[in-house]
């Protein structure tokens, strides 16, 4: 069976012209996209209930990281996570920001907005946003680019 699989998309493919160009192809934005189909509708929707605020939920203890960060925590000096917990918090809110746009849930929304204020006072006066530097570490900021994940 694979290989007939196979064997019928090698046939497709050396049969499709080849001067398609990347220009010939359009994106479609998300928000143009509605998915009404008897499999993923089910799974959209227990990601929107059920993994969507367990992942948050996960998440708490980096959200501490950003009540340290902002004067909300006092700071701890043993900072508790990896040096890029940030981008797994950031991962999970842009997941809430999809799921938002095509369901609106007023108490999602309160969680999200609520994050993004913790995240947004934690910002230095220069721009800067990166918890484990601001409560750990702030004199090792832009030291190592290759591995301490601040250009994320």
Same mark, same amino acid.
């Given at each position: 069976?694979? $290989?007939?699989?196979?064997?019928?998309?090698?046939?497709?493919? #050396?049969?499709?012209?080849?001067?398609?160009?990347?220009?010939?192809?359009? /994106?479609?934005?998300?928000?143009?996209?509605?998915?009404?189909?008897?499999?993923?509708?089910? $799974?959209?929707?227990?990601?929107?209930?059920?993994?969507? /605020?367990?992942?948050?939920?996960?998440?708490?203890?980096?959200?501490?990281?950003? $009540?340290?960060? #902002?004067?909300?925590?006092? $700071?701890?000096?043993?900072?508790?996570?990896?040096?890029?917990?940030?981008?797994?918090?950031?991962?999970?809110?842009?997941?809430? &920001?999809?799921?938002?746009?095509?369901?609106?849930?007023?108490?999602?929304?309160?969680?999200?907005?609520?994050?993004?204020?913790?995240?947004?006072?934690?910002?230095?006066?220069?721009?800067?946003?990166?918890?484990?530097?601001?409560?750990? &570490? /702030?004199?090792?900021?832009? &030291?190592?680019? &290759?591995?301490?994940?601040?250009?994320?």
């Amino acid at each position: 069976m694979h $290989r007939i699989l196979i064997a019928s998309f090698f046939v497709l493919l #050396c049969l499709s012209p080849l001067t398609a160009t990347a220009q010939e192809f359009n /994106p479609v934005p998300f928000s143009d996209v509605d998915i009404e189909s008897g499999f993923w509708s089910p $799974r959209l929707e227990t990601n929107r209930t059920v993994s969507i /605020p367990h992942n948050l939920d996960t998440c708490e203890g980096r959200i501490d990281n950003f $009540r340290h960060a #902002c004067g909300d925590m006092p $700071r701890d000096p043993d900072f508790h996570g990896h040096i890029f917990h940030d981008s797994d918090l950031y991962k999970v809110l842009e997941g809430v &920001a999809y799921s938002l746009h095509t369901h609106p849930d007023p108490e999602l929304e309160a969680r999200l907005d609520a994050v993004i204020d913790l995240i947004a006072r934690s910002q230095q006066p220069d721009g800067y946003v990166n918890t484990w530097f601001t409560v750990a &570490a /702030p004199d090792r900021r832009w &030291a190592n680019l &290759a591995h301490d994940h601040e250009l994320y």
